[in-house]
Nanobody, 122 residues
């Protein structure tokens, strides 16, 4: 069982930056693919970024070049650095963990955090 807790959300102006953090419980963090998803009001949850246990990274086209996912296995942490934020990035952001080596869709993830709100004002 893995428990995930996100932090770092907030209100930021368009063009600004935020860094989301997610801490995971358990001693096998390094074995999981870690991902970030987001869900805006009235929309389905969508994939944002993922980092495999081998540190391969994957990004949605909408955030490529603006967001960077990273992990620190010694601290059981995964981060999402978000730059050049746009109002369209406004959503609840979720951290997730997957046993699968490559996971870019919601069903592939086994554990989820509660989410953190990111609001980007224009």
């Amino acid at each position: 069982q893995v428990q995930l807790v996100e932090s770092g959300g907030g209100l930021v102006q368009a063009g600004g930056s935020l860094r989301l953090s997610c801490v995971a419980s358990g001693r096998t963090f390094s074995r999981y693919t870690m991902g970030w998803f987001r869900q805006a009001p009235g929309k389905e949850r969508e994939f944002v970024a993922a980092i495999s246990r081998f540190s391969s990274t994957y990004y949605a086209d909408s955030v490529k070049g603006r967001f960077v996912i990273s992990r620190d296995n010694a601290k059981n942490m995964v981060y999402l650095q978000m730059n050049s934020l746009k109002p369209a990035d406004t959503a609840v952001y979720y951290c997730a963990a997957a046993v699968s080596v490559i996971a870019t869709t919601s069903p592939a993830y086994d554990y989820w955090g509660q989410g953190t709100q990111v609001t980007v004002s224009s």
